[in-house]
Each structure stands twice: as C-alpha cells, then as structure tokens.
C-alpha cells in the first residue's frame, strides 16, 4: 500500500509541519485498514503562529472592498462546482456518509458560496432621521478581526462553508480547527477559495485535537470571536474558557429532535420522512429524528410499516450508490449507540426493528449497526431524553396535540421539530408553541437550506444563528455614525426638549 498523504497545516499562506512534531491519521470509519490522511497533530504554538499570520492579514483584507471580497468568493463556487464529485468521493472516505449526502454536502458549500459572495454588495446597515435639524445618522456593520472557528465531523465541508464565509465577507480573517475524524474536506473547501485568488493569511488550517489545538484558540487573546457547533458538553466548557478574555462566543449544539405524527397524517409520507430524518447521515445529524411523538391511535400501524422499510435499508460503504446507510464515524461513538440500544432494551422499550450491530463479512472492518426503532418509549427515558446520534429513534405514543408538544419540549435541547398533519389549525399551533429554532410541517427534522437562519433554543445554543443574512451577526459590530452639519453644537435629549 502507498504511503498516506501527509497534511500540513495552513499559516500564513505558508504549508507548514506542526511544531510538535507529530502528526495523527485519519481513517475511513467503513473500513478502518484504509487511511485517509495524515494530519498534523498541533498544539497551542502552532495556534499562536496562525493567529499571528491572520491578524496581519486582516490589516489589508478589512479595507478590501467588499464587492471584490464577494468575487473570490463567486470564483471559488466555480472551482467548487468543477471539483463536486472528487470531494464528495472524498468526504465518503473521511466520515462514512453515504455518496449522494457527499454530494448534497459539496452542494451546501457551493450555496453558500453564492449566496454569501451577493453579501459583498449588500452588507446592508440604516439610516434614520436625527431628532435634531442638519444632522445625518446610520450605522454600519464593521468586522471584528481574528475569528476561531471550530467544527465537527458531521457536515466536514458545509458547517466550515457556514463559518468561514460568513467571517470572509465582513474583512474578518480566521483561523479554523477542523474536526480531528475529517480534516480533509475542510483542505479541499479551503483549496477553492486558495485558487480562487484569496490572500495569504485570510484563512488559516490548524488541525488536531480538541483540547489540544481547539482551546488554545479559544484561549487566545487576539481571538475576538470563537464560532463553535459541536457537543453540548464541549460547548458549555469553551463558553467558560472564552469568558476570560471577553470573547464574542457562537455555540451550535446538541439536539433531540421529535416529529409529532397526528391521527390525520398521511401515514406513507411520515414513513418516508423518518426514514430519512432519523436515519439520514447514519442518524449523525444535529438535526436528526430521534423521537416520533405519535398519536396513540396511529403508534402501532406506523412502527409496523416504518418496520417494513427499516429491514430493507442497505448498509455498507458509501462509494457503492446502492447503499443508503454508512458507518458511525468512530469506535467511541459506535460504543455509544450499542450501549444506548441496551440502555432501551434495559427500560422496556420495545424493538420494532433492528438493535444489533453489524459484525458479519463486509461489515467486520467498519462501525455498522443495523437502523434501529424502539416502540413503546415513554418520554421520561434515556432513550428519549438524550442525544445518541446514530441510527435509532423511540415512538413514544401520546393522547392529544397538547401532550404532544409537552413531550417534544420536554427535553434539554431546542434544535429542530416537525409536525405531520393535514388540519392547518394543529400545524399552526404547533408553529407557535414548539420550543426551537427549526420547525418542519409535513417533513422531518432535517432539510435546512442555507439562505434561513440555522440554530437552537436551549441547551442547543446560545442565540445566534448559522445561515440566513443573521450569520452577519456573529462575525461583525454595529457602529454607528452621527454626522452633524448645523455648524452649531446640538445636544440630543437637551435642546429639543419639550
Ligand atoms: P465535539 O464537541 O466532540 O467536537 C467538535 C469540535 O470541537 C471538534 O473539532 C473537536 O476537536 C473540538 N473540541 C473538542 N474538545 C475541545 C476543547 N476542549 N476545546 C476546543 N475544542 C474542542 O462534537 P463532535 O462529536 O465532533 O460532533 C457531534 C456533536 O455536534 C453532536 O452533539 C451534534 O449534535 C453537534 N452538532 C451540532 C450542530 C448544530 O448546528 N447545532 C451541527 C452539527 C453537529
């Protein structure tokens, strides 16, 4: 076997080893005989250094007009769109997703390119009229310097698009920490808007592990915002570490997502809906389906067909198109959906469909469990309260719209909700009463387009929003500018006064 590709990382413009030494490997959670990559494995001096190199960057790429900011960016959407298939190939081999979903993450970051690189020349602020005669007042956005972004494994190429992009387009530069299980597809987004003609030093790659070469650059002190999505648990702590030098933090956490079936629904399209919320990603999305808060009169009918078609999902390596589920990204995580499952079993749940890893040929080398669904669940459970992010989900029956909306906010986390239901009144209610930042009505939790803000109430954020014009927020300042041409001193609040 060829020797891996040996990966550095990005200072400054500049490839550069670690100043560790060390490197880490990443390997395909398919077949772990295959490595994807070697990765430096940084630490806080390697941070420092990057951090040095963005905020020189910053001094000329902040007075970069915006509209020639949004053309690099357009450039690179072009490249991006060119390269698609390669990094989806790519991204299939760093984390497991199936091929198609690859694909649907390029694609995100491709729409995200776009849409951002029209921000350039929008970037809108207001103008509002003064209290006092001859005097012009506005406000505008301005950026803030050296962001640290943060990311996970899940969306390798689209969350970093969410951050990155954003930043780039106000005149921030940033430094990014990629997620340690799929690095690369962070390399090859960043690769576009590199050939695209970015300037050295805009955009900085450290990779590594997250203690050590995530909090250091939380800890920095030239670090004036830190963008995070990751585990509620690692969220909470950076939240504490940022508070020591003031820091602007944005946090996208954790969810336990529930689809709300009424008695009404189309039963087929439910079916359809959880198959793909709560097994899409290999149940790895924030947003996945978790929970199927079901009308007790249609509970036993939808897990019997929802049983029927979890049998026929294909698992397996997600290059093979005929595959529609892949692997858990790693060992730990692939412990924790096994010891989740036993927990269900434990409290009485009852199997509807799969609950078994998979260990036989073709599958002895990856991290594959069949799609699981517990039956019976009351809300109280493990399995219904905490987030295990594989591929299971609880039908936990109820009696009414009102219990049911009680039941889908009555966990820790906010992210995303959806209502199945064909009486507008009940989709109404459920819009105004779930507690969270997505709702969905007659689809599952999962379908975010990148032009809406992205986020959560609760343990699953701290207000701020990915996607949508709101993703302006995290990265900038409202200045506001008072022009005053009277030629005489006029005091606000005084010398109007009644
Ligand atoms: P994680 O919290 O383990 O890791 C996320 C990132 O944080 C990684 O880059 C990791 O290296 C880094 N990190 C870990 N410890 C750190 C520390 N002490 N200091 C600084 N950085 C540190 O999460 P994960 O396993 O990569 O991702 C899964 C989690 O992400 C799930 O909880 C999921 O719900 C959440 N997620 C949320 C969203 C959202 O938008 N709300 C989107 C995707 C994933």
Sequence with gaps: MSEPTLYHNLIGGEWVRSTTGQTFESTNPADTREIVGRFQRSGADDIAAAVQA???????????????????????????????????RDMTREMGKVIAEARGDVQEAIDMLYFIAGEGRRLYGQTTPSEMPNKFQMSVRVPLGVCGLITPWNFPMAIPSWKILPALILGNTVVIKPAEDAPLSTYNFVQCLLDAGLPPGVVNIVTGYGPEAGEPLVRHPDVKVVSFTGSTAVGHHLTKVAAETLKHVSLEMGGKNGIIVMDDADLDLVVEGVLWGAFGTTGQRCTASSRLIAHRAVATELGRKLAAKADGITIGNGLDERVSMGPSINADQYKIVCDYVEIGKQEGAVVVAGG???????YSHGYFHQPTIFGDVKPSMQIAQEEIFGPVTAIIPVDSLDEAISVANGVKYGLSSSIYTRDVNQAFRAMRDLDSGIVYVNAPTIGAEIHLPFGGTKATGNGH??????????????????????????????????
């Design 54 to 88: 963005a905020a020189h960057a910053y001094e000329a790429w902040r007075l970069t007009p915006a509209p020639k900011r949004g053309e690099i960016l357009f450039k690179a959407a072009e490249l991006l769109r060119q390269r698609k298939e390669q990094y989806a």
């Design 356 to 362: 078994e890893r998979l260990t036989t040929e073709g």
């Design 465 to 498: 929003r990915e996607g949508g014009v709101q993703a302006l927020d995290v990265f900038s300042e409202w200045k506001s500018l008072y022009i005053d041409f009277n030629g005489q001193l006029q005091r606000a609040q005084i010398d109007n006064a009644e």
